[in-house]
């Protein structure tokens, strides 16, 4: 696992995704919108995963075959690692501490996990092993995670950060399950962190001053999103699944506490393009 990884600054276009939580269908469908929308242009893509992206829906060893892919696909690519995420990295590796809390992460949800592998046998040792032994880039994939990435002006995370502490300080726990002190901070955060983790509701990604929050509840309401960073034409663009199987443009829901939001100003016509901001939320 890496702390912190870093997108070289050569990367002209980012595409942050959401909780996929096991819904390898919608993922299939936003890699594929982004394959279309890139295929023409010369410009160097990276994807980045913001975790979760196992247990609860029924096809988590689909997801992770697809991040692989994806990863190989465009080699500047990340995945942030999910508290899910590394429930699973545990039960993978064999460490005592996931061995006595297995049951606990059953009931989160794991159980849905291991199913979706067909593996045909029932002891978890067992299971592991064919696993290990039919899929050995599932452990890699999460074992090579990060808890931070950065590009720029941005930061991404799986749940956010702790709010006052420099970057290389910030606690495992809190990349992974952070909430109230970080969703509930006022001002700037050294940069612009996009995040998943909490639910947003509307199903729509939210927006504040320091934050981009794109967990929509994809396995819950088969919306899963994801947020374009283009600094060459200076846009920021939100695409999601639609109920007939199809991506489409979806707009933030602003959340504006009295100091704007970093999607406050548009770029030119388009109403799903918006002027990029810096990590001060400055258009």
């Known amino acids: 696992m890496t702390r912190i990884s870093h997108l070289p600054d050569a990367v002209e276009r980012v595409y942050a995704i959401g ?75 064999g460490a005592p501490p996931m061995i006595d809390d297995a049951e606990s992460w059953l009931e989160q949800r794991g159980a849905e996990t291991l199913e979706s592998y067909a593996t045909g046998h029932e002891r978890l040792g067992e ?3 064919a696993i290990l032994r039919d899929r050995p880039g599932h452990r890699a994939l999460l074992d090579g995670a990060s808890l ?16 006052g502490v420099p970057l290389d300080h910030q606690r495992m726990e809190d990349a992974l399950s952070i909430r109230r ?10 940069a ?10 509307p199903a729509r990604p939210h ?9 929509t509840g994809a396995v819950f309401r088969s919306v899963l999103t994801m947020v374009e960073l283009d600094v060459l034409d200076a846009t920021m663009r939100f695409w999601a699944t639609g109920p007939r199987g199809k991506v489409e443009p979806t707009l933030p829901v602003h959340v504006d506490r009295g100091l704007g ?9 388009d109403a799903n393009a918006f002027a990029l901001p810096d990590k001060k939320g400055r258009h």
Do not use: Y
């Not at 931070?148 to 709010?163: C, M, S, Y």
């Not at 612009?192 to 509701?201: A, D, M, N």
């Open 19 to 93: 909780d996929v939580h096991g819904r390898a269908d919608l993922l299939a469908l936003l890699l594929d919108f982004i394959e279309a929308r890139t295929r023409a242009g010369p410009r160097r893509i990276a994807v980045v995963l913001l975790g979760d992206l196992v247990d609860r829906g029924p096809s988590s060893a689909g997801v992770l075959d697809l991040a692989i892919d994806a990863l190989a696909r465009w080699p500047d690519s990340r995945l942030c690692l999910g508290n899910h995420d590394d429930w699973m990295r545990h039960f993978l590796s």
């Open 127 to 129: 299971i592991r092993t």
């Open 148 to 163: 931070l990435v950065t590009w720029r002006d941005f930061v991404f995370a799986h749940a956010g950060i702790e709010p």
């Open 181 to 190: 002190p970080f969703l509930d901070h006022v001002g700037p955060l050294g």
């Open 192 to 201: 612009i962190v996009v995040h998943g983790h909490t639910i947003q509701k």
């Open 207 to 215: 927006v504040t001053e320091n934050r981009i929050s794109l967990d």
């Open 261 to 269: 939001t970093v999607a406050d100003r548009h770029a030119g016509t």
